[in-house]
């Protein structure tokens, strides 16, 4: 008999990619607001879910993970890095989510993890300025005047840029720290590879959250051409908002749209 809950399926099934739910995550976020072309954005968000409204969020995010605290002793297994490119959208009964059409992280678990919840994953490489509990120059303290950033690149071409600097005012929760997030899950099936997959749409279930507070900032924000990208295909226009902080989220499943 072959066990796990995804590939490799196994005698065991301790070899298997991902484990069952619940997910338990913990990281330090860097979240930029921005506005982009609103008929550019409405191609990339599903009209039964909603419609765009030409704003945005991006979040770069250095991520700690785990099942049952075993992937903690075994970092390798619960450290990533990853930007999440989120699309405000007007939903058909008037409230206000967020719709994820690209995402980019550096882990193979976090990424089929990912692929299961709905967020559209693939391979990128994000650096961010970590913030540390320390007066020192190196420390990037939380205070007034810190100067943080982020960027991405994929397959080896700078996707996204980003700098803030701390104001010294709270800040506030953007993108999925703030409204609901919903994504596609979507498989094609390789003996009919003439059918396009059939597509659904979720929204990953999220209990246990708990965060340290967030710290406004300003920001500047550029997306780049690169080959076989279309995050530039967004008109990206300005950032508007931003904002530093630590948030812990644990997701048990999913919810159809």
């Known amino acids: 008999m072959l066990r796990g809950f995804t590939p490799p399926f196994t005698p065991k099934g301790t070899a298997s990619l991902v484990p069952p739910p619940p997910w338990h995550y913990a990281g330090w976020l860097l979240s930029v607001a921005f506005e982009c072309d609103p008929a550019r954005a ?3 968000v599903p009209t039964p879910l909603g419609a765009a409204t030409g704003a945005g969020t991006i979040h770069f995010a250095d991520w700690q993970a785990t099942t049952d605290g075993s992937e903690l002793v075994d970092p390798v297994q619960a450290q990533y890095r990853e930007t999440i490119v989120l699309l405000d959208m007007r939903r058909p009964d008037g409230t206000v989510a967020n719709f994820c059409p690209l995402i980019y992280v550096d882990q193979d678990v976090s990424l089929l993890r990912g692929l299961l919840q709905g967020w559209p994953k693939k391979a990128g490489s994000t650096w961010i300025t970590r913030a540390l509990p320390l007066e020192h120059p190196a420390a990037a303290p939380l205070r007034a005047g810190t100067r943080l950033g982020a960027s991405l690149a994929v397959k080896d071409r700078r ?30 099936d ?3 590879p003439e059918r396009p997959p059939e597509l659904r ?30 995050l530039s295909d967004l008109g990206l226009r300005r950032a508007t908002e931003a904002s530093a902080g630590f948030l812990g989220i644990t997701v048990t499943g999913a919810t159809p749209a």
Request: proline residues 8%; hydrophobic residues 40%; charged residues 20%.
């Open 190 to 192: 390789l003996t009919a």
């Open 42 to 44: 409405a191609g990339f």
């Open 201 to 230: 749409f979720v929204r990953p279930t999220v209990t246990g959250r708990t965060e340290a507070g967030w710290h406004e900032a300003t920001a500047e924000l550029a997306f780049l051409d690169a080959p076989r990208e279309e």
């Open 159 to 188: 996707l996204v840029e980003a700098r803030l600097t701390l104001t010294g005012r709270p800040g506030r929760a953007l993108g999925f720290a703030a409204r609901p997030t919903y994504g596609t899950v979507g498989w094609p």
